[in-house]
């Protein structure tokens, strides 16, 4: 079975500061990886994906993240966050089996401050 | 650019009371989920379809609600009776099978008094 465990619920982080938002997996089938974000009264969206090859994922709005095999992490990076960028954010996997149904963690609130 | 329609994007109602959410699909995705968000309980997978088939209810509760796929364009969330502890906000994604990601409405506040 899979499963994701986001490691932090609040990550409170001043602007222009670094923040990483740390995800972890379970699987015992191939994963493919996925971040969203979501603000509020909106739904998730896709910030970026891993399915296959380089394991350093560029996405939007400057996020990246790195697809660790070996820590079975999928960590999401930004080298400096806005105000802008204050919203809940969600580290999903997919796999081969169960239909391609996908798990999703129970997300971090990234709180920018000024 | 395309996007997932859900209506209604309010909606108050007594206990009680159906309750029926609709959801647009993008056109051409093939699979069609049902999410329900709540501060306790985070996002909860509800049902999945694929071309129209139910693959996986096992997160809905069976006495109350159902969910069904009348045609292509169009996916039905219902709950009859509804009760207050089904305040939530409902999520529609749609996708096309294999790994690919999900596209999200906005979604369904649902307020049952």
């Known amino acids: 079975a899979q499963s994701v465990t986001q490691l932090d619920s609040q990550v409170p982080v001043f602007e222009e500061a670094p923040v990483e938002l740390r995800c972890n997996y379970s699987?015992?089938?191939?994963?493919?990886l996925f971040w969203y974000v979501q603000y509020p009264n909106q739904g998730l969206q896709l910030l970026l994906k891993?399915?296959?090859?380089?394991?350093l994922v560029k996405g939007i709005n400057g996020f990246e993240a790195e697809f660790n095999k070996s820590q079975t992490s999928f960590h999401l990076r930004k080298p400096s966050v806005h105000i802008s960028d204050t919203a809940e954010y969600f580290c999903?996997?997919?796999?081969?089996?169960?239909?391609?149904?996908?798990?999703f963690g129970a997300g971090t609130r990234l709180f920018v401050k000024a | 650019d395309a996007r997932v329609t859900q209506t209604p994007r309010h909606k108050v109602t007594e206990m009680g009371q159906e309750v029926t959410m609709r959801c647009q699909p993008i056109?051409?995705?093939?699979?069609v989920f049902w999410y329900r968000q709540t501060m306790m309980q985070g996002l909860e997978l509800l049902a999945y379809?694929?071309?129209?088939?139910?693959?996986?209810d096992s997160g809905m509760p069976k006495d109350r609600f159902s969910a069904e796929m009348p045609d292509a364009t169009l996916a039905t969330l219902k709950i009859q009776p509804s009760e207050p502890r089904d305040s939530a906000v409902y999520f529609c994604?749609?996708?096309?099978?294999?790994?690919?990601?999900?596209?999200f409405g906005d979604g369904t506040r649902l307020s049952i008094l």
């Open positions: 994604a749609s996708g096309l099978v294999g790994a690919q990601p999900q596209h």
């Open positions: 699987s015992s089938v191939s994963v493919y």
């Open positions: 891993y399915l296959s090859g380089s394991t």
């Open positions: 999903a996997v997919s796999g081969d089996t169960g239909g391609f149904k996908t798990i």
């Open positions: 056109l051409g995705h093939n699979t």
């Open positions: 379809f694929r071309n129209r088939a139910p693959l996986d």
